[in-house]
């Protein structure tokens, strides 16, 4: 009789300020794109899961929005999100560049006592001499965390073995949650909502990519195409006439960049129709925020 191998399934909450790279990671780690990515802080905005299995472990890895104080609606939102992965979870990932103080780190320790593991992300942008310095500064918190991991997603994905072993043996001993084919958790049409807004963030500056968002209000399927019509809310007028671009340009380059990802992942031809509507004070208005579908 074969012998039954034991199995860990549980759910990783992967947290840190904005702009850490923890999109970057689960991507990486993935090896698939289904979260948006940007050089914007703050662009994530709910919690993604992503199916990662690792020898006979599945590892759901929870993006979460950064750790952030705000006064927007919005933004209280999203600290929420990361919050409840926070309490959700089996096991905490913190990332913390290693060019960044201790600061943040700190202040996550207050939120939570919950196992957790740091993460050194961005560790090739240094030395390793650096790396060494930056390990031996959070030696006063060794009490507090279960291990520190260097990690970096360039060239191949420096210390991702140790990152998956380490974190896969604070997982409980369980089944499978989620078929080992499946790779996240969320709908397509909320992929599609974030390759939109991530098209968004790249091709529109300053402050509007923070006061947008998208509804996809219609997606027909076909065999060889799909069609998608999706409407970009923002909150002024001013900022319609700038999503839209002369002539249509802007629009135009938001439609090609998130087509050509929607593309990628689906594998098949993609036809993209969007609108833009305003929708004044919508960032912080608690029903237009539940209309779009940031339940509270």
Avoid at 134 to 156: N, R
Avoid at 225 to 233: D, F, G, M, P
Wanted: charge should be neutral; hydrophobic fraction near 40%.
């Amino acid at each position: 009789m074969a012998e039954i191998k034991e199995t860990r399934s549980g759910f990783v909450a992967v947290v840190g300020r904005p702009n850490a790279g923890k999109s970057t990671l689960t991507n990486a780690l993935l090896g698939e794109k289904i979260s948006m990515v940007s050089q914007k802080a703050n662009a994530t905005r709910k919690r993604i899961n992503i199916i990662v299995m690792h020898k006979n472990n599945q590892l759901i890895f929870i993006d979460t929005p950064g750790l952030h104080e705000k006064e927007k609606m919005l933004n209280q939102f999203m600290m929420k999100e990361a919050l409840k992965a926070i309490g959700d979870c089996d096991v905490i990932l913190f990332m913390a560049p290693v060019t960044d103080s201790t600061e943040e780190y700190e202040k996550f320790l207050k939120l939570t006592k919950k196992p957790h593991i740091v993460l050194l992300s961005k560790i090739d942008h240094v030395s390793n001499e650096k790396i060494l310095l930056k390990i031996q500064e959070y030696q006063k918190f060794q009490d507090k965390f279960l291990a520190i991991i260097p990690v970096s997603v360039a060239k191949g994905g420096i210390g991702f073995e140790s990152l998956l072993d380490e974190t896969a043996k604070y997982l409980p001993v369980s089944p499978y949650l989620y078929d080992p084919e499946d790779l996240t958790t969320e709908m397509l049409r909320d992929i599609y909502k974030e390759f939109i807004r991530e098209a968004i963030f790249d091709n529109i500056s300053d402050e509007i990519p923070y006061e947008t968002d998208v509804l996809i209000d219609k997606i027909e399927e076909g065999k060889t195409l799909e069609k998608i019509r999706a409407t970009i809310i923002v909150e002024k007028q001013t900022q319609k006439g700038i999503i839209i671009g002369k002539g249509g340009s802007a629009i135009k380059r938001i439609g090609r960049d998130s087509r050509l990802q929607i593309e990628n992942l689906i594998g098949k031809k993609v036809f993209l129709d969007l609108f833009v509507s305003v929708k004044k004070g919508w960032t912080n208005d608690k029903q237009s925020l539940e209309d779009i579908g940031y339940k509270f």
